[in-house]
Structures are given as structure tokens and as C-alpha cells.
């Protein structure tokens, strides 16, 4: 059985235009205009115990506001959501007794403490006994290579080491359920890889399911088999991450490398023209056309180097996201 079930759940905020000055202030006393915006439009999917799911999608697309759902901190407008046989948004002790969302862009840390302050509160709130919580965090905070920050004031850590103690924070009671919300935003190249390789140890020891948003593909790319696309609120991708390419596999990506420099008239007629520079070209050749094309350019071309790949994945998501 799923652990998150999610049926035509969708979200519309409704607010008011606000102009500038006081003399506009005094008139939308009176009329203001009234606008809604369509967050999230109707999104089904599930996902099963142990999986890590990706959340990707353009900025404002409804990521946020559907893991907000689905940890109950938002009502829904309509469609409904169960994660572990809970409403998320009827907020019971069960639920949230076996749940965790962390956002890297917002703090549950308090500021002006030392970690380990708002870790034992945690402790209390969670109602986890002694030798269990000492456990875990020492396991937690060994894995994360934090044990020495745990005393420091939350202020005085970097960007990296702080996300690391949001996560002890959000796993010390041991969630069957975790949603990350850019989680590796804004940190440098080997902060992001040793909090990729904690989720990637920490699901398969715990079978913890996850949803991970990120802009970052790398991070959805080495956790995520599975991979949800949101655009405008709607689901437009629901597989793995590599299948994005087969949506665009009309074409396929010929790069060249040539002997001398040729003109860039030569080149017409086998494809689109991607990049020149007179000793090398990439032109997307349409599937059907590879075989006589890539012939042609062959016995034509002075080429010295010849490589077919497919479409890059980037530019898959990208015209993903233009849909
Ligand atoms: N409280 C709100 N009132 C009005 N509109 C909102 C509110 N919260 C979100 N929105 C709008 O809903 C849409 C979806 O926002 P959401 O934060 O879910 O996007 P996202 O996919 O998480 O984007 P990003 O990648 O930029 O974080 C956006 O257009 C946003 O402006």
C-alpha cells in the first residue's frame, strides 16, 4: 500500500492588488481587485514505502506549496491526500509523530542557541526516551561529521553545517516520512555531495520515504529513481529522470570535429546548427535523417572526430518546462 496517496489535491490562493500611494491605499478601501492564482491544479500521484521521489519543476511551478499540503502546514482548496493513513492537515499526533519536512530556506534551529538546545527540545516535544535520543544523535551527528558543532551558537555556523543540524533536527524521532525542501540550496559542491551521500545512506539503512525538491539536477539525478515534473501546477513528467530525453528522442545530438577550418555553408541541410567555429560543429539531426545524414557528412566533411549522443538532459527538462 502507498505511503502518500495524493487525489486531484489542488491549492488556489486568493489575494488583492495593491497599488502604490496613499491616495490608492484610500481607493482599494473600496474596490480592490480581486486575483487567484492556481498554485497547484489537480495533481494525483502515490509513492511507496522506501522510495526517494524528485520534485522538480521552474520556479513558481507548486512544488512548495504541495509538500505544504502534504506536511498539513496548507489547507487544500479541493482533492484529497493521505501520508501513512493520515490527513496531513487534520494534524494528528500519529501523524506528526512519524513525519518531518525540512526547508533550506527556513530555520527550525533557534538562532541564538546552540544546537544541541533545540535538538533536546526536540527530544521533548517527539517524547524520545534518553538512551534513544543520546543514540541517535551520536550516530547522526558522527555520520554528518558534526559532533563538534553541536555546542556552537546556531548564528556562528556556515550555510552547510547548519543544513546538516536542520536534518539531525528533523530525524531525531525517527520519521517514516521525509520531505526535503531544497535541501542543498546555496551550499558549496562538496557540502551538496556529503548531503546527498547521508540521504542516499540514511534511506537505504532506514527505508525512510522521501520527496526531494531541487533546482540542483545533480541531487535528483544521484537519489531519485523516480522523478515527479510539476509546470503550472500540473504534473507534465511522472518516471524516471533519463526518460525525459526519450519525449525528445526525434532527435540526436552529432558533434564534429574537422581536419581544417570549413564554412558554415557546408553544414546546411544536415541539421540544426547548435554551435560553430569553423574547426567544430553540433547540430541536432533528426532521428530519422541520422543514418544518411551522418553518411554524408562522413564522406563530405573533413572530419576528424564524429560522436552521436542524445539530447542533453538539461535541455529535455528545459522544454519540459517551456510546455
Ligand atoms: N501565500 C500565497 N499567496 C499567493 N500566491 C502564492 C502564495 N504562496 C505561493 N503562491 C504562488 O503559488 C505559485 C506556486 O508557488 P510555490 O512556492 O509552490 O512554487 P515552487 O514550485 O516551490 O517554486 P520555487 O522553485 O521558486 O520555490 C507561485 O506562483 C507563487 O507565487
Same mark, same amino acid.
Do not use: H
Given at each position: 500500500m502507498p505511503v502518500i496517496e495524493v487525489d486531484r489535491l489542488a491549492k488556489h490562493f486568493t489575494y488583492y492588488e495593491k497599488e502604490l500611494g496613499l491616495k490608492n491605499s484610500l481607493?482599494? /478601501?473600496?474596490?480592490?481587485?480581486?486575483?487567484?492564482?492556481?498554485?497547484v491544479a489537480g495533481i494525483s500521484f502515490a509513492i511507496e514505502e522506501g522510495e526517494i521521489v524528485g520534485f522538480l519543476g521552474p520556479n513558481g511551478a507548486g512544488k512548495t506549496t504541495t509538500l505544504k499540503m502534504l506536511s498539513g502546514i496548507l489547507f487544500p482548496s479541493s482533492g484529497r491526500a493521505? @501520508?501513512? +493513513?493520515? @490527513? &496531513?492537515?487534520?494534524r494528528k499526533k500519529g501523524f506528526k509523530m512519524q513525519f518531518s519536512i525540512v526547508m533550506g530556506?527556513?530555520?527550525?534551529?533557534?538562532?541564538? !542557541? &546552540?544546537?544541541?538546545?533545540?535538538?533536546? !527540545?526536540?527530544?521533548?516535544i517527539y517524547e524520545i526516551p534518553d538512551r534513544e535520543y543520546f543514540s541517535i544523535l551520536d550516530e547522526?551527528?558522527?555520520?554528518? $561529521?558534526?559532533r563538534q558543532l553541536l555546542k556552537v551558537q546556531v548564528?556562528?555556523?556556515?550555510? +552547510? $553545517?547548519?543544513?546538516?543540524? $536542520? /536534518?539531525?533536527?528533523?530525524l531525531l524521532h525517527r520519521p517514516k516520512v521525509i520531505l526535503l525542501d531544497e535541501p542543498t540550496i546555496g551550499l558549496d559542491l562538496v557540502s551538496q555531495?556529503?548531503?546527498?551521500?547521508?540521504?542516499?545512506?540514511?534511506? *537505504? *539503512?532506514m527505508k525512510t520515504t522521501i520527496i526531494l525538491t531541487s533546482h540542483y539536477l545533480v541531487d535528483i539525478e544521484e537519489l531519485c529513481k523516480r522523478t515527479i515534473v510539476i509546470n503550472q501546477g500540473q504534473i507534465v513528467?511522472? +518516471?524516471e529522470l533519463t526518460g525525459i530525453n526519450g519525449l525528445f528522442s526525434e532527435q540526436k545530438i552529432v558533434r564534429l570535429q574537422f581536419g581544417e577550418e570549413i564554412g558554415r555553408e557546408r553544414l546546411a541541410g544536415f541539421g540544426a546548427l547548435k554551435a560553430f567555429d569553423g574547426v567544430s560543429a553540433t547540430l541536432a @539531426?533528426?532521428? +530519422? *535523417?541520422?543514418?544518411?545524414?551522418?553518411?554524408l557528412m562522413l564522406e563530405h566533411l573533413p572530419v576528424i572526430d564524429f560522436n552521436i549522443e542524445d539530447v542533453p538532459l538539461e535541455e529535455g527538462i528545459a522544454a519540459l518546462y517551456q510546455r
Open positions: 481607493k482599494n /478601501l473600496f474596490r480592490r481587485r480581486k486575483l487567484v492564482k492556481e498554485a493521505t @501520508v501513512l +493513513g493520515y @490527513v &496531513p492537515w487534520e530556506q527556513k530555520n527550525q534551529l533557534w538562532w541564538d !542557541l &546552540p544546537a544541541n538546545e533545540s535538538l533536546y !527540545l526536540n527530544k521533548c547522526l551527528s558522527e555520520l554528518l $561529521e558534526v548564528r556562528r555556523l556556515s550555510l +552547510g $553545517e547548519r543544513m546538516k543540524l $536542520e /536534518l539531525i533536527a528533523a555531495q556529503k548531503i546527498r551521500n547521508f540521504l542516499k545512506y540514511y534511506n *537505504q *539503512q513528467y511522472d +518516471g @539531426v533528426e532521428r +530519422g *535523417q541520422l543514418k544518411k545524414n551522418s553518411a
